[in-house]
């Protein structure tokens, strides 16, 4: 079955960094799209950033461009999310998502995607 499983959140201070990583498993990896997404207490989930099947597509939230990036390596079957200058507002869970990949298309609403990790937690604060 395909599974995705998101690691590497944690308590970071802001102006901060720190590297998420999405294992997949069950499926073959470079045919999906996949994405990135956040949801903090009190807020609807949000797409922040998305990435295409070959990795040479993507977008990126307002919130985050220039902030972040993300990242593919289909030989290993996973995906990254590279924060940098974090802030409180950057605070939530973070999960990642996939997708079946559409040549040169990008999707970024989360009934858009079919498979989703459990999420990590990211808390920015001194």
């Known amino acids: 079955e395909v599974q995705l499983q998101a690691s590497g959140g944690g308590l970071v201070q802001p102006g901060g960094s720190l590297k998420l990583s999405c294992a997949a498993s069950g499926f073959t990896f470079d045919d999906y799209a996949i994405a990135w997404f956040r949801q903090a207490p009190g807020k609807e989930r949000e797409a922040i950033s998305c990435?295409?099947?070959?990795?040479?597509?993507?977008y990126y939230a307002d919130s985050v461009k220039g902030r972040f990036t993300i990242s593919r390596d289909n030989a290993r079957d996973m995906m990254y999310l590279e924060m940098n200058s974090l802030t409180p507002e950057d605070t939530a869970t973070y999960y990642c998502?996939?997708?079946?990949?559409?040549?040169?298309?990008?999707?970024?609403?989360?009934?858009?995607?079919?498979?989703w990790g459990q999420g990590t937690l990211v808390t920015v604060s001194s």
């Open positions: 990435i295409s099947s070959s990795g040479e597509s993507t």
């Open positions: 998502a996939s997708r079946p990949a559409v040549s040169g298309a990008l999707y970024a609403e989360v009934d858009d995607y079919t498979d």
